[in-house]
């Protein structure tokens, strides 16, 4: 049984950075292409970027680029998602997602999220 | 803005059935995924690909598609029901998007 285990909440102020961590176990990160999420309060899903595994490159949603970057520790099982540039539009939910079961654009397997908050 | 457009809330009576809709051009080409929500807690897959449930999804929940339009139907809907639910595929560039969501309240 996989399963997602992200670090806990920030707060952190505007223009500093982040890093969230989600450690996989029941498989090894190789196996799987790791994607982020993030959910302002109150709002939808938003996907931010992902592992391509038809290009073998990590993907980043256009509205993120230059701010965000993705990376795995395939020693520790943990992935990473940094973003950078924080501003107050930045709170939300952050949650790793990835497939082990479903195939296409599906996302079968979830992190318990983690709360970033940026305030002044 | 999505490129997925979802109705932002639909409710349906207890035991009823509801479909709730997700459109976008990208729909022609791909299938769309359908995850369940609820407060305070992830997102839960219900449907992927054709018509497909993950393990342990109760068979009242269906998928269909037709054109640029993904619908997610709920047979009999249960109080437990109530929730948000996403709808998400590819955009017009490849890349993965969400559509805005729906609320659904079972009356």
């Known amino acids: 049984q996989v399963q997602l285990v992200q670090s806990g909440a920030e707060v952190k102020k505007p223009g500093a950075s982040v890093k969230v961590s989600c450690k996989v176990s029941?498989?090894?990160?190789?196996?799987?292409?790791m994607h982020w999420v993030r959910q302002a309060p109150g709002k939808g899903l938003e996907w931010m970027g992902g592992f391509d595994p038809e290009d073998g490159e990590t993907i980043y949603a256009q509205k993120f680029q230059g701010r965000v970057t993705m990376t795995e520790d395939t020693s520790t099982d943990t992935a990473y998602m940094e973003l950078s540039s924080l501003r107050s539009e930045d709170t939300a939910v952050y949650y790793c997602a990835t497939r082990v079961y479903c195939g296409g654009d599906c996302f079968d397997y979830w992190g318990q999220g983690t709360l970033v908050t940026v305030s002044s | 803005s999505s490129e997925l457009t979802q109705d932002p809330a639909v409710s349906v009576a207890l035991g009823q059935t509801v479909r709730i809709t997700c459109q976008g051009d990208s729909l022609r080409s791909y299938y769309a995924s359908w995850y369940q929500q609820k407060p305070g807690q992830a997102p839960v897959l219900v449907i992927y690909?054709?018509?497909n449930r993950p393990s342990g999804i109760p068979d009242r929940f269906s998928g269909s598609s037709s054109g640029n339009t993904a619908s997610l139907t709920i047979t009999g809907a249960q109080a437990e029901d109530e929730a948000d639910y996403y709808c998400n595929s590819r955009d017009s560039s490849g890349t993965v998007v969400f559509g805005g969501g729906t609320k659904l309240t079972v009356l």
């Open positions: 690909g054709k018509n």
């Open positions: 029941g498989y090894t990160l190789t196996e799987l292409s």
